[in-house]
């Protein structure tokens, strides 16, 4: 039978030769009929490369510019937005040291027994790790620290220093903090949250009358003869047991070094080597084998308190096996 022959203007095409897997994927890598490297000539490949360069170039400067004018806008010491219009708001909340291990990072027990040494360790090295950045060999800004007299700012420039020193007994490092006694309990240490431009307004005798505030009339008294020696500029703190067995439990408390948070420390400003100042809460005598629920609260004419947002306050339970 004789071969068919195309017809003038037509053109025959054959079925390419069918190819085995590796044989096609090496004709993919490079086919040397007609020069393609994956499927594309080298100037193929090279018009997609300039392309792209082109692309990514023109992406990452129009970034760039916007970055470098939206920074123009934000000081780095300062937030752009404070207080009442910042996000955190201008009502600070109360932390306290140590906190349970991140396993229970949901949880505010504080449970230990007093004799058994690696359980107690662990609550007396959380303590000395927060403490030490008050240690000024661990502050890079230890320059700037000053030691202030009480209710007077720093001077310019500086600021005031936490020193810990033997008037902190016995919530101490050398005392361990008070966990490995045999009779009373531990310290803990409370910080005020630091809000950023936030001045507390003190209270004095005049406002502490206001009928619907809740305050203690311990507290009111010591308020009172605080402003007679002109030494009430102090935002307060004051711990209790939240229900009535937790009151009967929780035993004398002592407020080292003093009740409270000094005025010459506000407000925060960002400043190079700040440190919070402390105020620890030594539990002289609380019940043994008794869950302990207490409540923390820092008072100042602005701060508001809202158990349920833990505003103004902090809670958390101890137990003394």
């Not at 053109?11 to 030769?17: L, V």
């Not at 939206?70 to 140590?98: A, H, M, V």
């Not at 869950?291 to 137990?319: P, Q, T, Y």
Request: aromatic share 14%; charged share 25%; proline share 6%.
């Amino acid at each position: 039978m004789a071969d068919k022959k195309p017809a003038d203007g037509q053109q025959f095409y054959q079925r390419p030769p069918k190819l085995g897997k590796w044989e096609a994927f090496s004709q993919f890598l490079w086919n040397s009929e007609t020069k393609q490297f994956m499927g594309r000539t080298g100037a193929s490949w090279a018009k997609i490369l300039i392309f792209y360069i082109i692309f990514y170039a023109v992406l990452v400067g129009f970034f760039a510019v916007m970055l470098a004018v939206f920074f123009q806008t934000l000081d780095i010491k300062r937030p752009k937005w404070e207080l009442d219009r910042s996000l955190i708001g201008s009502n600070p909340g109360l932390g306290f040291r140590p906190m349970p291990s991140d396993k229970n990072i949901e949880s505010t027990l504080i449970w230990y027994k007093h004799s058994d040494k690696g359980n107690v360790q662990y609550w007396q090295k959380e303590i000395n790790k927060f403490l030490g950045v008050y240690n000024k060999s661990n502050n890079p800004h230890a320059d700037k620290l000053e030691e202030c007299r009480q209710f007077q700012l720093p001077s310019p420039g500086k600021v005031c220093d936490v020193k810990i020193d033997q008037m902190w007994h016995p919530c101490l490092k050398d005392a361990g903090y008070n966990f490995e006694s045999s009779e009373g309990g531990p310290c803990i240490f409370l910080k005020l949250n630091r809000i950023f431009n936030w001045n507390p307004e003190y209270f004095n005798s005049t406002t502490i009358e206001d009928p619907g505030l809740k305050m203690s009339e311990e507290l009111k008294r010591e308020i009172r003869d605080a402003e007679a020696q002109n030494k009430h500029r102090i935002v307060w703190v004051t711990c209790e047991g939240e229900n009535v067995a937790d009151i009967e439990h929780i035993g004398p408390i002592r407020f080292i070094p003093q009740k409270g948070f000094p005025s010459q420390y506000f407000p925060y400003t960002n400043q190079d080597g700040y440190i919070s100042p402390l105020v620890a809460v030594y539990f002289e005598k609380p019940k043994r084998g008794v869950l302990i629920n207490i409540e923390c609260k820092a008072w100042a004419r602005n701060i508001i308190h809202d158990r349920v947002d833990r505003r103004g306050s902090v809670h958390f339970e101890l137990m003394i096996d």
